[in-house]
């Protein structure tokens, strides 16, 4: 229950908030890392211990919202395979989350973000195959225990030039609603304790949903061009100011 005692401010919880909303928003809506938003956001507020599972159960509230909503457009194949190397990840990470020192998590985070943000991911192009989908599930799901934010990573994967919006909308969610799962049980196991956490989880999921609902209702009809740059640097503003208060 300490824990939450540093977040229990009022604009702290706007701030986490209007995060949700905005980070469920913007991947609905134009497909860039609401996931990355909302994990800097949080970096700013939250201990280190808590941000990646509390930012994993989050983002599992948000995407199980998108998953369901498109459902009917999901790739089930694709889901199998991901799911097949995010399960063998999971059984990994449980000795990495305790051999890992939290107070580097923030760190961590700002300068993954700050990668994902100006340099260009690898061209995988591998979602059309059994092993691409499981390396895949198995290197993504790896990387969320540390980073939290792996949306990005997801994406390198699943996307493709011959699926249609819809279909990577609700693939890629399908995919992170199974990696979050995952990362929450292998936190569980790692001993973090959720239940003094869980009336901001459920405030900042119900936000996520509503930015979810926004963006799919205006989904193909932003200016993706104009937005995408600006959050890019809307994303480096936030991880700047971590490494600065890391290192002041």
Known sequence: MTELLHIV???????LLGGSFIGSFMTAAVGVGGGSFLILVMATIMPPTALVPIHGFVQLGSNASRAWLTKKHTNKKSVLWFMLGASVAAVVSVWLINAMDARW???IVAGFILYLSWLPLPDIGLSSTKTGLFSGGLFTTVATML???????VAAWLRTGDVDRWQYTATFSTCMVLQHVAKLIVFGIAGFAFFPWLLLIAAMIVAGYLGTQ??????GKLPDKALKPLFRWVLTLLAIKILWGFMS
């Open 9 to 15: 401010e009022p604009w702290h919880w706007a701030v």
């Open 105 to 107: 998590i923030p760190l």
């Open 147 to 153: 980073v939290g934010a792996s949306g990005p990573l």
């Open 214 to 219: 926004l963006g799919l209702l205006v989904l």
